[in-house]
């Protein structure tokens, strides 16, 4: 009987060290680590160019005034962020890049919030050789799009937005932390554009409104004469 008993417990014993080893193989058990599911390399950007964006001859430029309200109307300012007011004797910080439209005789406006939204605005006329030089240096330093017509570009910088757009000479230029991309920007674009005379818009051409011709005059015709009697004899 002793015999049998010790076979039993031996028995009894390995089954439950296999069933041990069984729950220690399992990939869930606990102390197992998850690990994350590998995510794809983040696109790398574009190298940003190490040199200065060109210089303009002030001397070149033509003067640009317009007032900030009539560039951008407070209805358009306010379908971007509600809270954005002009800010009256506004001057751009030297350096920055709004400021280079003001050294050239531009205008340039800004629009801020008390949540801490803010836009610029500013319009130029460089003269020719520069524009040429500034649409160049665009073209490396930022991204071209058709967004607003005509030559334009869009490139995000420490992450706020901004656009310069060309029309000839014209250089306009918005800048605000609510543009994420192209087309945030478009509705603050077209209302300078407008402004400046610039926008795309096809005019609508004035049509003659017809006029009914009067009828032609009718002749006034001779009364026939009375017939007379003749007297009877």
Known sequence: MRTVRTTIATGAAAVVLLLLAGCTSNPVAAGATRTAAPTSAASVAPPTPTTAPPTQTVADATPVSVKCKALVPTAVAHALEPGLLVDKGWM???????????????????????????????????????????????????????????????????????????????????????????????????????????????????????????????????????PTETPVG
Do not use: M
């Not at 400021?99 to 949540?115: F, K, V």
């Not at 003269?127 to 330093?141: C, F, M, Q, S, T």
């Not at 926008?199 to 001779?222: G, M």
């Open 92 to 226: 751009p910080s030297a350096g920055t890049p709004v400021a280079r439209l003001e050294d050239l005789h531009g205008t340039t406006c800004q629009w801020s919030s008390e949540t801490g939204d803010v836009l610029e605005v500013g319009v130029a006329k460089p003269g020719r050789v520069d524009a040429v030089a500034l649409k160049n240096d665009l073209v490396e330093r930022s991204q071209s799009v058709p967004t607003y017509g005509g030559e334009a570009y869009f490139q995000v910088v420490d992450h706020v937005g901004q656009a310069d757009v060309f029309r000839g000479r014209t250089w306009v230029f918005v800048r605000s932390n609510r543009f994420y991309e192209p087309g945030d920007a478009t509705a603050i674009v077209n209302a300078a554009l407008d402004e400046l005379g610039l926008s795309k818009k096809p005019k609508a051409t004035a049509t003659a409104t017809p006029t009914t011709a009067a009828p032609p005059a009718v002749a006034p015709t001779a009364a026939a004469p009375a």
